[in-house]
């Protein structure tokens, strides 16, 4: 099972933040990549983190770096988004994704990503 809950945001307002967290309990959890992209209302999902549990090595795009941050919590199997400064942009519907860790993606990591596992979308919806 590849759960996702969201601890904080859902419906906030312009300059909040959210955090999200992704539990895996299926796979091991160190043999793959743990990240997070969105889906907003007629536009293409898009990346937002990844980070490797193995190697703690993380990738953010260019829309939310400085804003977000990624993390994992290897005794939990779970990995957390952090985003702060929330704009209309912002506004998606998230998405946790495992990847298959074959070592670092390097640029363009996004379009790398695969996505072995995915769990559920979670709404969030920034108010201007």
């Known amino acids: 099972m590849f759960s996702c809950r969201r601890l904080e945001g859902g419906l906030v307002q312009a300059g909040g933040s959210l955090r999200l967290s992704c539990t895996a309990s299926d796979f091991r959890f160190d043999d793959y990549a743990i990240g997070w992209f969105r889906q907003a209302p007629g536009k293409e999902r898009e990346g937002v983190a990844a980070i490797s549990p193995r190697d703690g090595t993380t990738y953010y795009t260019d829309p939310v770096k400085g804003r977000a941050t990624i993390s994992s919590d290897n005794t939990r199997n779970t990995v957390y988004l952090q985003m702060n400064a929330l704009t209309a942009e912002d506004t998606a519907v998230y998405y946790c994704?495992?990847?298959?860790?074959?070592?670092?993606?390097?640029?363009?990591?996004?379009?790398?990503?695969?996505?072995?596992?995915w769990g559920r979308g979670t709404l969030v919806t920034v108010s201007s």
């Open positions: 994704v495992a990847d298959y860790y074959l070592g670092p993606y390097g640029p363009g990591w996004d379009k790398r990503f695969l996505g072995d596992y």
